[in-house]
Nanobody, 123 residues
Framework: VQLVESGGGLVQPGGSLRLSCAASGNIFTIYVMAWFRQAPGKEREGVSCIGSSDGLTYYEDSVKGRFTISRDNARNTVYLQMNSLKPEDTAVYYC?????????????????WGQGTQVTVSS
C-alpha cells in the first residue's frame, strides 16, 4: 500500500483545512486508517483513526469536536477535516494504514505511512 497526503498549508488560527490521503491498491477496505502528527521536538502522536468498513472512529482528546475523519472506500481515500485550528495544531501530519480489525493510535501498529504534509497555524 502506498499513501500520498495532500491539503496541508498555512492557515490562521480559527481557520480550517482538509487533508486527503490517497491509497494505492484495491484492498483499501481492509485497512484501519489513521492520521498522526509530529511537531518539532515532539514525538509522533495519533490524532484520529477510522475502521475499515464499520464507520467506527477515534479522536485524541485535544482534537475532539474540531477534527473529523472520514473515508471514501470507492476512491481509496481518507480525509481529515480540521476546523477551529489552533497554533498548537502545527505539525507534519502523516497518514497511516494498518491491516487490523480494531482501532489503534499506536504508531508501531501501522505498517504503511505517507510522506507527510505540513500544517502551520499562525497569524
Amino acid at each position: 500500500v502506498q499513501l500520498v497526503e495532500s491539503g496541508g498549508g498555512l492557515v490562521q488560527p480559527g481557520g480550517s483545512l482538509r487533508l486527503s490521503c490517497a491509497a494505492s491498491g484495491n484492498i483499501f477496505t481492509i485497512y484501519v486508517m489513521a492520521w498522526f502528527r509530529q511537531a518539532p521536538g515532539k514525538e509522533r502522536e495519533g490524532v484520529s483513526c477510522i475502521g475499515s468498513s464499520d464507520g467506527l472512529t477515534y479522536y485524541e482528546d485535544s482534537v475532539k469536536g474540531r477534527f473529523t475523519i472520514s473515508r471514501d472506500n470507492a476512491r481509496n481515500t481518507v480525509y481529515l477535516q480540521m476546523n477551529s485550528l489552533k497554533p498548537e495544531d502545527t505539525a507534519v501530519y502523516y497518514c497511516a494504514a494498518a491491516h487490523r480489525a480494531t482501532l489503534t493510535t499506536t504508531a508501531k501498529d501501522y505498517a504503511y505511512w505517507g510522506q507527510g504534509t505540513q500544517v502551520t497555524v499562525s497569524s
